[in-house]
C-alpha cells in the first residue's frame, strides 16, 4: 500500500509499505479519507521532541473507512462496515484500530465525510462545559473544531460570541451559530468589544481554542468573577505563562478538557453520530479543501497558511 511518510520537518515522502495484518482485537480498514488536525502542524514543522522519520501513517487520527479484515477476538465489526477510527496511522491507504476504538457509521451517514476523532472531541469539550441555557459564552478561536462547538451551544444558548483575527473565520462562526463576532485576539481590545457589545458584561463560559498564549490571555480576561474557562487548545509548542493572579481574584474554574481516556473518547464519536442523524449538527460545509494522498505536502502547506475560506483539508487515499 501506499502511505505517507514524514521523513523530516515539512517533508511527506510517499512510500510502498506492507498491508499491516490485524492482530486478533484489530480492525484493518481501507482509508476513505483522514483529517488534517491542527495538532498535526507541531510534527510538520519541526521540533526538537520530535524524532524523525514518523511511522508510515503517523501522525494521522482523524481517519474514517470500509473495514477489510478483522481479528480472531473481534465480533463487534465486519468487513464492509464502514467505520469512524480512533487510530494513528491514517495518511495511508490502509490502517489499524481497535476494535474497542471504532464506531460503526449507519448508512444514513455514507455520503458524509464523517470524522469521528474531533467530532467526537468536540462532543466532548461541550459537555465538560455544562453551558447553562442562559450563559454568555464567548469562543477564543473559530476553526474547525470551535465551530463543531459552536454549532451545539447555539442551539441550548444564544448569547454566543467569537473571537479571531480572521474575518472570514468569524464569517463561519456566525454562520454556524454565533450571536456576534470580533476580529482580535488581543486581550485589550477583545475584552474593549465584549464590554462595549455586552454593556460591561463578562463571559459566563469561555471556550480557548487557538492553542496560543495570546488566544490564552483574550480567554482569561473574557471570564468573568466564578466564570468557567474551558481550555480546548491544543497547547504543545512549549511553556505557557498565565494571569494567575485573574484566575485567583475572580475565582474562576479552569477546565482543561481534553480527554484521553479511550472509552469516553468511542462515546463522544458516538453522540456525534446521533446529533448528525438528528440534524443537530452540520459538517460539510466546514470542510473547505479535499486532496488525494499524493498531495499531503500540499495540504499542510494550506493548514499551516490558512488562507481565505480555509477551514478543514482532508485527505482521500
Known amino acids: 500500500m501506499l502511505a505517507a511518510c514524514l521523513t523530516e520537518p515539512q517533508k511527506f515522502s510517499l512510500q510502498d509499505v506492507l498491508v499491516p495484518t490485524p492482530k486478533k482485537d484489530e480492525v484493518l480498514f481501507k482509508v476513505e479519507v483522514c483529517g488534517l488536525c491542527a495538532s498535526n502542524l507541531g510534527p510538520w514543522k519541526g521540533a526538537p521532541r520530535f524524532r524523525y522519520p514518523f511511522e508510515p501513517g503517523a501522525p494521522g487520527h482523524e481517519a474514517t473507512g470500509i473495514v477489510e479484515a478483522v481479528g480472531d477476538e473481534v465480533e463487534t465489526v465486519r468487513p464492509g462496515d464502514r467505520i469512524a477510527a480512533l487510530s494513528l496511522h491514517g495518511f495511508a491507504e490502509y490502517d489499524l484500530a481497535r476494535a474497542d476504538s471504532v464506531v460503526v457509521l449507519p448508512v444514513e451517514l455514507r455520503d458524509l465525510n464523517f470524522l469521528g476523532e474531533p467530532l467526537g472531541c468536540a462532543v466532548n469539550v461541550w459537555r465538560r462545559a455544562e453551558v447553562a441555557p442562559d450563559a454568555v459564552v464567548a469562543f477564543v478561536g473559530t476553526g474547525f473544531f470551535a465551530n463543531i462547538i459552536i454549532q451545539l451551544v447555539a442551539r441550548r444558548c444564544g448569547k454566543t460570541i467569537a473571537f479571531n483575527r480572521r474575518p472570514d473565520a468569524l464569517a463561519s462562526a456566525v454562520a454556524n451559530g454565533a450571536m456576534a463576532a470580533f476580529p482580535t485576539l488581543d486581550p485589550t481590545e477583545g475584552l474593549r468589544a465584549l464590554r462595549d457589545f455586552s454593556g460591561g458584561e463578562l463571559c459566563d463560559v469561555v471556550f480557548e481554542i487557538t492553542g496560543t498564549q495570546a488566544g490564552l490571555d483574550l480567554a482569561t480576561e473574557l471570564t468573568k468573577e466564578r466564570g468557567r474557562l474551558v481550555i480546548a487548545g491544543y497547547h504543545q509548542d512549549g511553556n505557557r505563562t498565565v494571569n494567575l493572579q485573574l484566575w485567583n481574584w475572580r475565582g474562576i474554574d479552569v477546565i482543561n478538557a481534553h480527554e484521553r481516556d479511550r472509552s469516553v473518547k468511542v462515546q463522544g464519536v458516538q453522540e456525534a453520530v446521533r446529533k448528525l442523524l438528528a440534524g443537530e449538527l452540520r459538517v460539510d460545509s466546514l470542510i473547505t479543501h479535499r486532496l488525494p494522498l499524493s498531495e499531503i ?19 482521500h487515499a
Not at 505536502?297 to 485527505?315: Q, S, V, W, Y
Open 297 to 315: 505536502n500540499a495540504a499542510f502547506e494550506l493548514a499551516d497558511a490558512r488562507p481565505p475560506g480555509f477551514t478543514k483539508a482532508i485527505i
